[in-house]
């Protein structure tokens, strides 16, 4: 797999009111990210996750080391620009990204400072709202959305640009059950099927499940690296890195204290079902 985006030994560290800088965020970060590539980064509140995304498209740039997207130093001031199209970030809040009353006007305001012909902006804009499933609701006003229709607005306001990546930082924590699902359908299928790079900061073990691979922050450093399916096999993983494991974990785990041979863990409700339910089938043989 081609690397698409890389960190060479980072640190943050910001500059305070007085001109100095204060103490670390990110420490040594050395991650290569391939093209095509889904990750999701996971860690403890404050333990740099944040800080490290607004990296990824040259919000911030390292205090020290460099980060490599596209080939293109983030460090570039004449690149900035160049960054931003190969790497979209979508916030927490949907709200603090949507600033038009029209859904397509807040789709189309990235494209209108760029100076895109009108024709190539309608399509894009178009492509784009199909591509989350809003197309339908190009007209609507964007006060009256729910959130999950709000957070998928913003997505494609992003998806208009034709970024490479999407670095999404916890885009369902505020969103209830039938939102997060449209949005993880979309994140999914920007991955799956129109081959975008996506980077996905969630405390949401389910969302992890979703991805290839699994980066493991603490306190501003990398502690780990895995596949969902490495990490969910082990209680001791979740303990060591200060992660809150999904109930069908821990009733998984506890069963296989109790002498039951568990043979997957899933942290996903109905597959959990499937696993105990063959287990009960299983005793229930034996006897």
């Known amino acids: 797999m081609e690397d ?29 990210i391939g093209k095509g590539e889904f990750i999701s980064l996971v860690g403890k509140n404050g333990c740099g996750k944040s800080t490290l995304s607004k990296h990824f498209n040259a919000v911030l740039v390292p205090s020290k080391g460099e980060v490599i997207v596209g080939g293109i130093n983030t460090k570039c001031e004449q690149r900035v620009f160049d960054i931003r199209q190969k790497v979209g970030l979508v916030m927490q809040n949907p709200d603090n990204q949507i600033i038009s009353s029209v859904v397509e006007e807040d789709v189309a305001f990235g494209l209108e400072n760029l100076g895109i012909d009108r024709h190539i902006m309608r399509e894009s804009i178009d492509r784009a709202l199909r591509c989350v499933g809003m197309y339908e609701y190009r007209g609507s006003p964007t006060y009256a959305l729910s959130g999950g229709q709000k957070q998928r607005v913003a997505i494609a306001g992003i998806l208009a640009m034709n970024p490479e990546c999407i670095v999404l930082d916890e885009p369902t924590s505020m969103l ?20 975008r790079t996506v980077v996905l900061i969630t405390h949401d073990m389910y969302e992890l499940s979703l991805s290839d691979r699994v980066i493991i922050m603490d306190r501003g450093s990398i502690a780990s690296e895995m596949t969902p399916e490495e990490l969910f096999q082990s209680e001791c993983l979740f303990n060591d890195y ?46």
């Open 242 to 287: 200060g992660l809150l494991p999904p109930s069908s974990i821990k009733l998984l785990c506890n069963l296989e204290k109790q002498g039951y041979k568990i043979k997957s863990k899933f942290p996903d409700t109905k597959l959990c079902t499937k696993e105990i339910l063959s287990l009960l089938e299983e005793v229930k043989c034996q006897h």
């Open 4 to 32: 698409f985006i890389l960190f060479n030994d980072v640190s943050f560290s910001p500059i305070s009111e007085y001109g100095d800088n204060k103490i670390d965020i990110l420490k040594n970060i050395n991650l290569k």
């Open 176 to 195: 209830d059950p039938s939102g997060k699902e449209e949005v993880l359908e979309t994140i999914v299928k920007l991955n799956k099927q129109f081959g």
